[in-house]
């Protein structure tokens, strides 16, 4: 089984400064995906960025980056340059067995973090 | 440009009464997904489907049932609605080992 932690319910951060938000995970799969996900107010759930376990290099998305440490099981989110339309939930998920064949896709989401960006 | 697409946005209804969603996509993608929202339990998988013909029960899949007829639809029936399933329901589609691109969301009340 897979599990997800975030320690942050809840993250303030001033416009146009950087901000990490932690995820830390669980999991018996030698191999498997990363994978965070933005929820603004308005409800829906906008895919940002993935890992997987055996990629070498951080992923990168724009302002959007993943810090993943493999032998701490962390794979925090780092937004630079803070934007008000930043301000939103964010869910960190896995799936077992990425890109290794026979992944079954399901994904184990955290509870999330709730990022307020101030002006 | 393709999508997902989830039906309706919004709906009450009472106790007992048979409920279906629908979730449409046009990536034709072969993996979609159910999912429930809940304040304090994140996203929570109820079943899932890899193809036509197939589906599976994922974490909170009790008194839940879906159907894969075509690619394209997994429609999510509450064969009795109860007050405990009132929450906001997801859809989800991915290809094989591609990140899963969700619907907006159905908010269920049942009263």
């Known amino acids: 089984a897979q599990k997800i932690t975030q320690t942050q319910p809840g993250m303030f951060v001033q416009e146009k400064e950087a901000v990490t938000l932690d995820c830390t995970y669980d999991?018996?799969?030698?191999?498997?995906?990363l994978f965070w996900y933005k929820q603004p107010s308005s409800g829906e759930m906008i895919f940002l960025i993935y890992q997987g376990s055996y990629d070498q290099q951080n992923a990168t998305e724009g302002r959007y980056s993943l810090n993943f440490q493999k032998a701490r099981k962390s794979a925090n989110l780092v937004i630079s340059a803070s934007q008000l339309g930043d301000s939103a939930m964010y869910f960190c998920?896995?799936?077992?067995?990425w890109g290794s064949g026979g992944s079954n896709y399901k994904l184990t989401f955290g509870k999330g973090t709730l990022l307020t960006v101030n002006p | 440009d393709a999508e997902i697409t989830q039906s309706p946005r919004h709906k009450i209804t009472e106790t007992g009464r048979q409920v279906t969603l629908a979730c449409h996509q046009t990536?034709?993608?072969?993996?979609m997904f159910w999912y429930r929202q809940d304040l304090g339990h994140g996203l929570r998988l109820i079943h899932y489907s890899y193809g036509v013909q197939d589906t599976n029960k994922g974490e909170v899949s009790d008194g839940y049932s879906v159907s894969r007829s075509n690619t394209e639809d997994l429609p999510l029936t509450l064969e009795s609605a109860a007050s405990s399933q009132t929450s906001v329901y997801f859809c989800?589609?991915?290809?094989?080992?591609?990140?899963?691109?969700f619907g907006d969301g159905t908010r269920l009340s049942i009263l």
């Open positions: 998920a896995i799936t077992p067995r």
């Open positions: 990536w034709n993608h072969n993996n």
């Open positions: 989800a589609s991915s290809s094989n080992n591609q990140p899963q691109h």
């Open positions: 999991t018996s799969d030698p191999s498997y995906g």
